[in-house]
């Protein structure tokens, strides 16, 4: 599990962890890192690449899973500075709501020096509506640009476990482990820390 280390706390009420400074490094280093767990950590990501852009580093987010919240991301803003529109301005979001769709995303995206985050990017191909030989093609496609894309710029992954009821599909996560340069599997809080805010939420 990675440990938190103090270095951002302008979230702390709206429940977002501390920046660890190796995620943060990782954000700025061309490489891909990835964040997974039992739960998707979405507002660690959702945390990061806001305070990224805060330092006036534009940043690309596509979004896997339906789960950008950018009410949320809004408000951060607005902690980290009084005028948050810069902010928000510095992030450019794409969503895909298919496996398909999101290996065409990343096919189709120029390299680019800048932050890439992609958010909850196994989700659609835990689909089961979609064979499992047709999902394992297209995450072939997808690691070959993810590789592509992070030779460049930072590549900052995040996603969850497949659901008991898919867990056959537990091979194309081992595969994005495989590929990645970092990985952190990330647990949600301890039973004795219930009354903090929780590490992840949707």
């Not at 709206?14 to 490094?25: C, K, N, Q, S, T």
């Not at 580093?57 to 607005?78: E, K, S, T």
């Not at 995206?109 to 958010?119: A, G, T, Y």
Request: hydrophobic share 45%.
């Amino acid at each position: 599990m990675m440990t938190t280390k103090p270095l951002v706390n302008a979230g702390a009420a709206l429940g977002v962890p501390p920046i660890d400074p190796a995620l943060l490094e990782a954000a700025n280093q061309p490489r891909l890192s990835l964040l997974w767990g039992t739960r998707a950590p979405t507002r660690t990501l959702l945390g990061l690449l806001t305070y990224v852009a805060a330092q006036g580093q534009p940043v690309r987010v596509f979004d896997g899973g339906n789960c950008f919240d950018g009410y949320f991301v809004a408000r951060l803003a607005r902690q980290l500075d009084p005028d948050p529109q810069p902010i928000l301005d510095r992030i450019q979001l794409s969503r895909a709501f298919t496996c398909f769709q999101l290996a065409q995303l990343l096919e189709d995206s120029p390299s680019q020096s800048q932050p890439l985050f992609l958010l909850n990017v196994l989700d659609t191909f835990y689909d089961e509506s979609v064979s499992l030989r047709e999902v394992e093609r297209l995450l072939t496609t997808t690691l070959i640009h993810l590789n592509r894309l992070a030779s460049v710029g930072p590549v900052v992954v995040g996603c969850q476990e497949p659901r008991t009821l898919v867990k056959e599909r537990w091979t194309l996560l081992d595969r994005l482990q495989a590929a990645a340069d970092t990985a952190w599997m990330l647990r949600p809080p301890s039973e004795q820390m219930a009354q903090q805010p929780p590490l992840f939420q949707h």
